[in-house]
């Protein structure tokens, strides 16, 4: 096959004057010219939103209030988030919901390295992980409908469990008190599988050596846990937990469908707040600081744990 | 030489496709004048012929007997209607951003009445007067409709919507429970509490009273027929709010008290959705809920009054749905044949028996075979008639929010009625201040 030669520097932007961007340009301007549309695409919807949502936290938007003039108001709507009691205790409540993600991973973890070690020991495992993974595949509304109704008070299954085990008359879903841990249940229940089969593939990938090593020497299970699987599977928890720690601020579904964040806020977290505050009070600019602070804090807290991570995996060599 | 024949092929591929799609585009448009043209000299009496119209509208019973009904429209008219029904839950967000981004997605919109400050001072909405002379239609009686709604929904001397399918707050009452305990259906506050305190047997598992306290609009809406059987209201003269009022404590300790003492364990957060059910099966005997309750064995009255010398200000706030014509339209004079049609007795009546029995008309509440249908006609005429909106300004949402927010919080034991309507005073005096809307 005979190949035509093109100049490839003939089409590098002139522009570029560092002698390493040209030749790296010439050398790979095919690549680049077949990602660039993607890249653009990419730039488009995702930072195109990104600043015009910065934008609009300076002004003073109201989606139901177009007929006032815009205008630029500075940080007001930040200070108004640091000074609002609402915000501060969507702030806790949101935390409260985020430790939820500790106990996922626990659970994840133990149900992989279990699933993991007795693959070989027992029948029919594809319809356990099956199974186990039923919870990621219902919609997050429905799931909220569902356990609505299971922890209705007096129909509930939850509330027929509870008086079976003799705790009556507990609203789950009413007292603003307990509210939050129901919502963390359902979140433990729906998200557990997630962490479960992104650390079971990890597992699944881990050299056997060094577990034929321990068990010559004689290790004992938790020792081989302890010293073995978790070191080496450390990163994949980890990414797991970064992954649950992040969508977790897309949780918004769930907590409509079973609350609407009541009662009395008592499941408000920041989404829903955000939420309530761009689509309930139509105070768009607000939104999208509260938008904002919670983009800044995921990078923030992701960058924290990507340099853990990197840290860890280096001190394992 | 080979990729020199491939940049040809391609190049006479493109300028194929080019010529194909101006060709077909051309063709359609002919078609299109030439379908138009045809109409015209077809049928004079189906000025429309050939239109298409896009509807928003919120799924319910009543809507789907206009979205199962509309062939004959179509064939009356030569006018095509593309429907988008939407969940009660979605219709407020998808209607203001479809409206704010001037997307010309929806010719007709269908806005439950808490959004009709929002649209109507954002000059979305076409004065529906100005339509008939335009385009030369028929115009639609607004007369025939309930004038408390009309009169709502007329903003600068515009009218923005017709009236679809009103709802309110009423006390509903089951009529089995009240007459095996050989009590009337209360007029009074001391009545209320006297016949709930008669019914309410947890042991038996039956509850006197129970009303919508989940958190949200559904506090509030239920909150308001208390106030208003006082003789009170939300906001005063120059809209300045009267949250700490005697009156309102008043309202929110009795309205609070009623759901301790004699609502089931889970009233302190309970929608109509929940109760419904209870109040037909006789787990409760009387709730106050949207007028949305069709049951022989259920009675309905307005909120029973303070005392028997009261008068009231309003049964309830003015809840429920109406349609309105987008003012971007393109194609306002079919949109209005619809809405006609959508709005006629015969048409609203057959949506209301298919649905909710609470139509926007007061001429089908004569009518034998609605009366028939609905038992409780009469009430409902009474308490829809003269229902009020309480908010009438475009921060009401935010306004809901945070008075839903305190009641709830009220209702829980979070705070106390006080601290609750103080709290709610200041800041939505804050915002109607901050929205130009009150000054000192």
């Known amino acids: 096959m005979k190949m035509i030669k093109i100049k490839a520097g003939e089409l590098a932007p002139p522009s570029i004057k560092s002698k390493t961007a040209n030749s790296f340009i010439r050398n790979n301007w095919r690549p680049i010219a077949l990602i660039s549309p ?12 990104i600043i015009n949502t910065v934008d609009l936290s300076f002004q003073n938007v109201y989606l139901t209030q177009q007929f006032k003039p815009i205008e630029y108001i500075g940080l007001k709507n930040y200070s108004e988030f640091l000074s609002s009691r609402e915000a501060h205790d969507a702030m806790i409540k949101t935390l409260i919901y985020l430790s939820g993600i500790i106990i996922q991973v626990i659970l994840g973890v133990a149900l992989a390295v279990l699933m993991n070690h007795y693959t070989s020991h027992i029948k029919g495992i594809g319809v356990y992980r099956v199974l186990l993974s039923l919870p990621i595949f219902v919609t997050p509304f429905v799931s909220g409908i569902l356990w609505r109704y299971m922890f209705g008070y007096e129909f509930g299954l939850i509330y027929h469990i509870g008086s079976f085990l003799g705790l009556e008359n507990i609203l789950w879903l009413q007292s603003s008190s307990l509210v939050m841990l129901t919502v963390v249940i359902v979140d433990i229940w729906q998200w557990t599988p997630f962490i479960f089969f992104i650390v079971y593939a990890g597992l699944q990938g881990l050299p056997k050596e060094p577990y034929e090593a321990a068990y010559v020497d004689g290790a004992s299970h ?32 769930t907590i409509w469908a079973m609350t609407q964040g009541g009662p009395a806020n008592g499941s408000q977290i920041l989404p829903v707040y955000l939420f309530k505050a761009a689509f309930s009070t139509f105070n768009t600019s607000y939104a999208s ?14 960058q924290s744990i990507g340099k853990l991570l990197s840290k860890e995996v280096n001190r394992q060599g | 030489m080979k990729f020199i024949y491939k940049i040809n092929t391609v190049l006479l591929i493109t300028v194929l496709l080019a010529l194909m799609t101006i060709i077909v585009a051309c063709t359609q448009e002919t078609s299109n004048e030439q379908s138009s043209s045809d109409n015209t000299m077809d049928d004079a009496s189906k000025p429309f012929a050939g239109q298409e119209i896009d509807v928003l509208l919120q799924r319910s019973g009543d809507t789907e007997y206009l ?32 409206l704010s981004s001037n ?36 115009p639609i009686d607004l007369d025939q409709f309930m004038q408390n709604y009309q009169d709502y929904y007329t903003f600068n001397g515009e009218t923005q919507f017709v009236l679809f399918q009103p709802d309110t707050r009423v ?21 209320l509490e006297e016949a709930a305190e008669a019914l309410t047997d947890p042991d038996e598992g039956v509850y006197g009273y129970a009303t919508s306290t989940a958190q949200g609009p559904w506090t509030v809406l239920t909150w308001l027929p208390v106030l208003y059987s006082m003789g009170e209201n939300v906001l005063g003269p120059d809209n300045l709010p009267m949250l700490d009022s005697e009156a309102a404590l008043e309202a929110t300790e009795f309205y609070t008290n009623m759901v301790h003492n004699y609502s089931p364990p889970q009233g302190v957060s309970m929608d109509v959705f929940e109760i419904e059910p209870l109040l037909r099966d006789g787990t409760i005997a009387m709730a106050t809920i949207a007028s949305i309750v069709n049951d022989p064995n259920i009675g309905m009255m307005s909120y029973p009054l303070y005392d028997e010398s009261t ?34 007795k015969e048409t609203m009546k057959e949506a209301a028996l298919a649905g909710r029995l609470s139509p926007g008309r007061m001429d089908i509440y004569e009518e034998p075979d609605f009366q028939e249908a609905n038992p409780n006609w009469e009430a409902q005429m009474e308490a829809l008639s003269t229902s009020k909106m309480y908010f009438p300004l475009p921060v009401e949402p935010e306004a809901q929010e945070i008075l839903g927010t305190e009641l709830s919080r009220i209702v829980t034991e979070e705070t106390t009625p006080e601290e609750g309507l103080d709290t709610a005073q200041e800041e939505i005096l804050e915002l109607i201040k901050g929205g130009g809307y009150y000054s000192e």
């Open chain 1, 38 to 49: 993607t890249i653009i695409y990419l730039m488009l919807i995702t930072l195109f939103p």
């Open chain 1, 222 to 253: 938790w020792k081989t846990f302890r010293y073995l699987t978790l070191p080496m599977a450390l990163p994949i928890i980890t990414l797991a937990a970064m992954l649950r720690f992040i969508l977790s601020f897309q949780a918004f579904d």
């Open chain 1, 289 to 302: 600081a509260i938008a904002v602070l919670i983009l800044v804090f995921i990078i923030i807290i992701g």
């Open chain 2, 67 to 98: 979205m199962d009904n509309t062939d004959e429209f179509t064939e009356e008219t030569g006018i095509e209607v593309n429907y988008t029904p939407i969940a009660y839950e979605e219709i407020q967000e998808r209607t203001l951003l479809s």
């Open chain 2, 103 to 138: 997307s010309g997605e929806f010719d007709v919109v269908n806005p439950f009445t808490e959004m009709i400050p929002a649209l109507q001072h954002s000059g979305w909405i076409e004065d529906l007067n100005k339509i008939p002379e335009e385009y030369n239609v028929e």
């Open chain 2, 171 to 191: 006390l509903y009452y089951n009529k089995t429970l009240l007459e095996e305990a050989g009590i009337d259906p209360p007029t009074t506050w001391e009545e």
């Open chain 2, 311 to 344: 008068d009231r200000t309003g049964s309830g706030t003015t809840g429920g749905w109406g349609f309105g014509i987008v003012k971007d339209s393109d194609v306002k004079g079919a949109a209005y044949e619809w809405l006609r049609w959508a709005t006629s």
